[in-house]
């Protein structure tokens, strides 16, 4: 099943994508959001009402918005891949980095990435997402799968010439984080290891790694972040990125006004981006 959010007749919505229309879902479950219905518990239902309905809007009369518009929370793996670390010179972590992102960063499909007006160092890093389907503190690694909700795909864009002094401000300009098209429920992928990720730029590849190379396990970074934050549903955690981002590349590759970014992953889907300057 895939789960998405957007505008439909000017209204933001939550539905499933069935071929190339999507069944709102918004009356029909009395949820005001995609996270709203996940906090309910409501997969099963999403699936029922969907199989009993046509598609209320085809997929080129909406407007994409991130998958999880209005995350509690978006945290987020830094050195996650082991050719990233030897790319960065970095050392492999013994346990999972972590760092916060804020919503307004995040850009739905088809959207617009934003490079910012005081920098010309903005890079790309294509992961994949996981998605929080049911909450929990102190979960443990073997039961950590069961809190998932689903997976889609995610650029952790970066402006490198802020990260490089604060990770936290280089990850959070406005719109430079976007996160989709939609949420791939976890039936359709019982292993989050099993994943190919593609990264490419204007039609180019730049980034392929497998999932299986994580240096950190998804089950192991959701038990991690459960010990020190309560997970909720709807919360995103991004994995990592792998080798082939463009501040290590010779010479440098930045993203400009203009370029497409996409990110696929197998059995989730591709997102695509455009870049513009900040207005």
């Known amino acids: 099943m895939k789960l998405a959010s957007y505008i ?8 499933v994508v069935t071929g190339e229309g999507v069944v709102t879902l918004n009356q029909r479950l009395g949820a005001a959001s995609l996270r709203d219905a996940l906090a309910a518990g409501a997969l099963a239902d999403m699936r029922k ?15 994409w918005l991130p ?26 972590p013994k346990q999972p980095s972590m760092f916060v992102r804020l919503a307004n960063t995040l850009v739905g499909h088809e959207g ?14 294509g992961e994949l997402a996981v998605i929080i389907g049911r909450g929990g ?14 997976y889609t795909c995610f650029v952790d864009g970066s ?3 802020y990260q490089k002094f ?6 959070n300009f406005p719109a430079t984080g976007p996160l989709g098209p939609w949420i791939v429920t976890t039936d359709e992928i019982a292993d989050p290891k099993r994943l190919t990720l593609v990264t490419r730029l204007n039609g180019q590849e730049v980034q392929k790694s497998g999932t299986d190379l994580l240096i950190h396990s998804v089950p192991q970074i959701i038990a991690f972040c459960s010990d020190f934050t309560p ?26 006004p203009g370029d497409v970014l996409e990110v696929e992953i197998s059995g989730v889907g591709t997102l695509r981006s455009r870049v513009v300057d900040e207005k």
């Open 8 to 15: 439909a007749d000017g209204k933001a919505c939550f539905g």
């Open 49 to 63: 009402a969907a199989e009993a309905a046509k598609p209320d809007h085809r997929l080129g009369d909406i407007k």
């Open 67 to 92: 998958a999880i518009p209005d995350p509690e929370k978006i945290l987020c793996a830094g050195i996650n891949y082991r050719s990233h670390a030897a790319e960065t010179g970095r050392e492999v």
């Open 112 to 125: 617009e990435m934003i490079r910012p007006s005081v920098s010309q160092s903005f890079d790309f890093e």
């Open 137 to 150: 503190r102190h979960i443990a690694v073997e039961r950590a799968l069961e809190h998932v909700a689903g």
């Open 159 to 161: 402006v490198r010439d």
């Open 166 to 171: 604060s990770v936290t401000s280089g990850k």
């Open 231 to 256: 997970l909720a549903p709807g919360d995103v955690i991004a994995t990592g990125t792998p080798e082939g981002v463009g501040h290590r590349r010779n010479p440098q590759l930045w993203m400009k």
